[in-house]
């Protein structure tokens, strides 16, 4: 059903409303109460809120009717488990909140990467500057800077629009090649690919830490084994990383592996995350032990970005530097010139 709205269903949006059908079913109201009444709070989502409501009464449950509110995949599939088992106005709340700090989380990383960013831009445009304004006059002058760094400076700025043009090409070549195979790959393959990636590797093994963690944290609080736990995430369909780890998990099962040690093996995870699990006595005990534990890898996640847009910050910083410095030279070369004429 197309809906119009007058609000962008951002994560800050959808978790305020999550929140408040959670808080609504916490008091007794049911889904279609809520639902009826928070077209009321809302009325520009009136028409989405209708949607769903309609969607309810024919017998659907509440988690297939999320993607009108552009719920991800991810997210639906958790409040699919909630709804299906435990207490899910109480779920609902934390899953709510966990979408808040998300979105918290990624407006943070945004500020901190934006800076260099609007850093690297403009160093390109200082560069073409001082080729548009300078170029000319420093050709003017080549018969008498045919060697040295003077003469590199002014070949590079002679030729920059076609360094530029050329590493544009090559990174949309690049970037083709990678989506075809982004779309063929299995998953797992894929992860594996970005974990084993320089620098940014580590970040993504801590996400992916953070996100299985995550997960099988909330199966297993609500009374899910192990196996029972491989099985769900095999026949989901919703998220194609999970419905790979669930295909690999259960194969290894099939053959004997320990669920520890099919993880270990895997490589894809920090190493204490295996360790957590083959330690576990009690179900219930290591579904908290596996929470805590993916909180602190999301915590590690975020300041490990941090850590690296500092970095970047600080490259593009001595960049700029070198830049300025270049330019004074540049502005020297005529007097300079002139002086060794003399």
Same mark, same amino acid.
């Given at each position: 059903?197309?809906?119009?709205?007058?609000?962008?269903?951002?994560?800050?949006?959808?978790?305020?409303?999550?929140?408040?059908?959670?808080?609504?079913?916490?008091?007794?109201?049911?889904?279609?109460?809520?639902?009826?009444?928070?077209?009321?709070?809302?009325?520009?989502?009136?028409?989405?809120?209708?949607?769903?409501?309609?969607?309810?009464?024919?017998?659907?449950?509440?988690?297939?009717?999320?993607?009108?509110?552009?719920?991800?995949?991810?997210?639906?599939?958790?409040?699919?488990?909630?709804?299906?088992?435990?207490?899910?106005?109480?779920?609902?709340?934390?899953?709510?909140?966990?979408?808040?700090?998300?979105?918290?989380?990624?407006?943070?990383?945004?500020?901190?990467?934006?800076?260099?960013?609007?850093?690297?831009?403009?160093?390109?445009?200082?560069?073409?500057?001082?080729?548009?304004?300078?170029?000319?006059?420093?050709?003017?002058?080549?018969?008498?800077?045919?060697?040295?760094?003077?003469?590199?400076?002014?070949?590079?700025?002679?030729?920059?629009?076609?360094?530029?043009?050329?590493?544009?090409?090559?990174?949309?070549?690049?970037?083709?090649?990678?989506?075809?195979?982004?779309?063929?790959?299995?998953?797992?393959?894929?992860?594996?690919?970005?974990?084993? @990636?320089? /620098?940014?590797?580590? !970040?993504?093994?801590?996400?992916?830490?953070?996100? &299985?963690?995550? #997960?099988? $944290? =909330? *199966?297993?609080?609500?009374?899910?084994?192990?196996?029972?736990?491989?099985?769900?995430?095999?026949?989901?369909?919703?998220?194609?990383?999970?419905?790979?780890?669930?295909?690999?998990?259960?194969?290894?099962?099939?053959?004997?592996?320990?669920?520890?040690?099919?993880?270990?093996?895997?490589?894809?995870?920090?190493?204490?995350?295996?360790?957590?699990?083959?330690?576990?006595?009690?179900?219930?005990? @290591?579904? /908290?032990?596996?929470? !805590?534990?993916?909180?602190?890898?999301?915590?590690? &996640?975020?300041? #490990?970005? $941090? =850590? *690296?847009?500092?970095?970047?910050?600080?490259?593009?910083?001595?960049?700029?530097?070198?830049?300025?410095?270049?330019?004074?030279?540049?502005?020297?070369?005529?007097?300079?010139?002139?002086?060794?004429?003399?």
């Amino acid at each position: 059903m197309t809906t119009n709205i007058g609000r962008v269903w951002t994560q800050s949006f959808q978790s305020e409303i999550l929140s408040y059908i959670a808080e609504m079913l916490a008091e007794g109201f049911s889904l279609l109460e809520t639902l009826a009444f928070i077209k009321l709070v809302y009325p520009q989502q009136r028409a989405v809120f209708s949607a769903m409501e309609e969607d309810l009464a024919n017998g659907q449950f509440f988690y297939t009717t999320l993607s009108l509110m552009k719920i991800s995949p991810d997210v639906a599939f958790q409040i699919e488990i909630a709804e299906k088992h435990g207490d899910f106005a109480n779920n609902l709340l934390k899953i709510a909140q966990y979408i808040g700090e998300k979105d918290r989380q990624r407006r943070q990383l945004i500020g901190i990467l934006l800076y260099p960013f609007v850093l690297f831009f403009l160093l390109i445009s200082l560069v073409f500057g001082i080729r548009l304004f300078l170029l000319p006059q420093l050709e003017s002058l080549q018969g008498n800077l045919e060697t040295g760094s003077a003469a590199l400076v002014i070949n590079f700025l002679r030729h920059f629009p076609q360094i530029v043009l050329l590493t544009l090409i090559t990174g949309l070549l690049v970037f083709l090649g990678y989506s075809l195979w982004k779309r063929q790959a299995n998953p797992l393959v894929k992860s594996r690919f970005y974990t084993r @990636l320089p /620098i940014v590797g580590k !970040l993504f093994r801590l996400y992916y830490t953070y996100y &299985f963690a995550n #997960e099988f $944290s =909330q *199966l297993l609080q609500i009374g899910y084994s192990l196996q029972l736990i491989t099985v769900t995430f095999r026949d989901q369909n919703r998220v194609a990383f999970l419905s790979a780890l669930g295909h690999y998990l259960d194969q290894k099962m099939q053959t004997g592996e320990g669920f520890a040690d099919s993880i270990d093996q895997l490589g894809l995870f920090n190493r204490e995350f295996a360790a957590i699990i083959r330690q576990g006595e009690l179900l219930d005990l @290591l579904a /908290i032990k596996t929470r !805590l534990y993916s909180q602190k890898a999301l915590a590690s &996640f975020y300041r #490990e970005i $941090s =850590q *690296l847009g500092k970095v970047l910050q600080n490259v593009l910083f001595v960049w700029v530097a070198l830049t300025v410095v270049m330019v004074y030279l540049i502005l020297m070369l005529p007097m300079l010139t002139m002086m060794g004429g003399l």
